[in-house]
Structure formats: structure tokens, C-alpha cells
């Protein structure tokens, strides 16, 4: 059973950053591709970032030039550096890995002044 713990939450002025953490506890995280998504309140989930487990990137537009995604293997670990946050970055972030459908617990970012 995959665990996966997310860390780096917290509350940031706008145009602050922050960066994430999400640590997995089981050595197939070298050979799956990870995800970042969010959700805002009242909001559905949404896709943020992924990595193969190769190390290529992919952003939603929303982020893109402003969130940068990396990769750990050999901390089976995952990061989400965000930059130049806005209020509407406001969300609970969740990292996932596809290959076994797991998902972290979550980690709150605000951004407010």
C-alpha cells in the first residue's frame, strides 16, 4: 500500500511562493509519473502539474511560467514550487500517483494579504 504525505502548505502574501512537498513511501514512485492537482472551495479538483517518471513536465495554462514541478527518486519525492501566487492559487493541493490511483492527504495554501 502506497502512502503518499504532502508538506509546504501555508499562507503566503500575493505574489509570495511557496514550495510543496510529497514524500511516498514505496520504491515504485521511480517508475510512475506523478501529479499536483487542486481544489478550491466550491470548486472541482483540478489538474496543476504532472511529471513522468522520467522527469518531463506539464503544466495547466493556468500555471504555466509560474509553477515549476520536480522530482526526487532517490527521496521518492515530489515538489510543486509555486511563484508569483495569486488569490485565485488559493486551494488545497493534493499530490497523486496514477499508477496506483493513490492520493496524499492534502496540504492548504492561502494567499492573502
Known amino acids: 500500500q502506497v502512502q503518499l504525505v504532502e508538506s509546504g502548505g501555508g499562507l503566503v502574501q500575493p505574489g509570495g511562493s511557496l514550495r510543496l512537498s510529497c514524500a511516498a513511501s514505496?520504491?515504485?514512485?521511480?517508475?510512475?509519473?506523478m501529479d499536483w492537482y487542486r481544489q478550491a472551495p466550491g470548486k472541482q479538483r483540478e489538474l496543476v502539474a504532472s511529471?513522468?517518471?522520467?522527469?518531463?513536465?506539464d503544466y495547466a495554462d493556468s500555471v504555466k511560467g509560474r509553477f515549476t514541478i520536480s522530482r526526487d527518486n532517490a527521496k521518492n519525492t515530489v515538489y510543486l514550487q509555486l511563484n508569483s501566487l495569486k488569490p485565485e492559487d488559493a486551494a488545497d493541493y493534493y499530490c497523486?500517483?496514477?499508477?496506483?490511483?493513490?492520493w496524499g492527504q492534502g496540504t492548504q495554501v492561502t494567499v492573502s494579504s
Open positions: 497523486h500517483m496514477p499508477l496506483t490511483n493513490t
Open positions: 514505496a520504491i515504485i514512485f521511480k517508475v510512475s509519473a
Open positions: 511529471i513522468s517518471s522520467g522527469g518531463r513536465p
